[in-house]
């Protein structure tokens, strides 16, 4: 489906609050709420939308250490990373999972209350997961920006 200026706005003004009336979306795109709304089911149905979700402050939560892993593993297969990537999503600490190329595997982000924390979830959760054999951890001093808003230049 083509896409245009005003299903960009719509975009860019739901990935600032998701939680915008339909109403007020609708006044701030220029189009009447039935209109509104219909744009905003078909950007959904499409799939351009994944979903709604509040983001909670890690701080407030007692989330304060953020750690970047690298992780390497030693077989390579579809069924490996298979078995890799639904033991990684298992893990409620583990926020984000990439495969990446370089000199690591598996990029994981993981959100945990402290240093011990961080401990138990390498030592006894992420190096127990079979064929993972290296792990590289970098630990965020502080966060700038965390889910930034997409781009939506490129989207026509």
Known sequence: MP????????????????????VDLAEEVNLSPSACLRRVRALEQDGLVAGYRAELDRARLGLDLTVFVELRVDRH??????????????????????????????????????????????IDQILSIPSIVDAHSTFA???VKTRGPLP?????
Request: hydrophobic content about 50%.
């Open 152 to 156: 939506l230049a490129q989207l026509t």
């Open 141 to 143: 001093i502080r966060t």
């Open 3 to 22: 896409y245009d200026s005003t299903d960009r706005a719509i975009l860019a003004r739901l990935q600032a609050d998701g939680r915008i009336a339909n």
């Open 77 to 122: 297969s579809r069924e490996n990373a298979a078995r890799l990537e639904a033991a990684l999503t298992a893990i409620p600490e583990i926020v984000a999972c990439h495969v990446i190329s370089g000199r690591a595997d598996i990029l994981v982000e993981a959100a945990v209350a402290n240093l011990a924390a961080y401990e138990h979830l390498l």
